[in-house]
């Protein structure tokens, strides 16, 4: 792995390696201890986070590195200097270089301009770091290869790199959406077969998880109102989560839209693992630093 821009662009043996490599970190907080001392890690957000921003700076400072943490109004990426030259010249301060940004392709020119590898912490295409986090949480519960995991809700960057991971795993990968939110078709293609787009909110039938995220992601505040009333019969509640399998876990990236894509209910019901899945970003940021730099 050179990059890690989508889990699209991952073989299957890379993945299970991350996800492998995840639950060693997960066992234990010293495991990789200053493993990537004396390495120098950028972090930058053109939006705004909070688990994936506090994750990767525990996970790097964990492993020994030193993080950078930057933001848009600072480096103005295509405004007050190119992309390719924001990648020629950090990449001379930096071994590796991890950033969210809106548009997928600036991460994609930044990969072509700089030697450090690049990481996506979240673009408009895909969000590879939470799905690390997911395939963990999801193994916790039940082999990935074993599960059929329903994705409710926006076809969006974290429903992308979910059924990408969950396809490539092995796993049965439904997504749920109303008409004109499907998943990109580019990705569909590429995983034909494994994953399957309904319409209908009961496809949840048999489910072992069921996942959601918000109805309008960042940058698509505009579409709030229009969102919400074409997603209205798409919220997970807790009737939907008892349409699944009797022990089917619950999750969500986070942060939650609480009664707009999913009810308070739900999200604190007793099968959710909301919590251990934000937990399991910061082991699966160490694996996937480690992977990269190690
Ligand atoms: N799930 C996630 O990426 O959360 P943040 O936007 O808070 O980083
Ligand atoms: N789909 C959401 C995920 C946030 C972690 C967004 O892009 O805003």
């Known amino acids: 792995m050179n990059d890690l821009l989508g889990i699209a662009d991952l073989d299957r043996a890379t993945l299970e390696r991350l996800v492998e490599s995840s639950t060693r970190f997960r066992r234990s907080r010293d495991y990789g201890k200053g493993a990537l001392a004396g390495g120098r890690i950028g972090l930058f957000f053109e939006k705004p986070s909070t688990r994936t921003r506090v994750s990767s700076e525990v996970a790097a400072v964990e492993l020994g590195a030193y993080p950078v943490v930057l933001g848009q109004t600072e480096v103005g990426l295509g405004s007050r200097e190119s992309v390719a030259d924001v990648a020629r010249v950090l990449d001379r301060y930096l071994d590796l270089i991890a950033m969210r940004v809106f548009d997928h392709r600036n991460l994609a020119e930044m990969a072509e301009y700089a030697q450090a590898p690049i990481v996506n912490l979240l673009s408009d295409l895909e969000h590879p770091c939470q799905a690390v986090a997911d395939l963990l949480t999801i193994s916790e519960h039940k082999p990935v290869a074993d599960s059929v995991v329903t994705y409710v809700g926006d076809g969006n960057n974290v429903c992308h790199s979910l059924m990408m991971g969950v396809a490539k795993l092995g ?83 986070l942060p939650a839209h609480r009664g707009e894509e999913v009810t308070d209910e739900v999200v604190d019901h007793p099968r959710s693992r909301v919590f251990d899945q934000a937990e399991n970003r910061l082991h699966s940021m160490k694996a996937i630093l480690l992977d990269l730099l190690g």
């Open 171 to 253: 796993g049965e990968m439904r997504v749920i959406c109303p008409p004109g939110y499907e998943p990109n078709q580019d990705l569909l293609a590429q995983v034909v077969g494994q994953v399957t787009v309904f319409s209908d909110p009961m496809a949840v039938d048999g489910s072992d998880v069921i996942y959601t995220d918000v109805w309008a992601s960042m940058g698509q505040e505009a579409e709030a109102r229009q969102r919400q009333e074409a997603f209205g019969d798409y919220q997970v509640d807790a009737d939907m989560l008892g349409r699944a399998r009797t022990d089917a876990i619950f999750l969500h990236c």
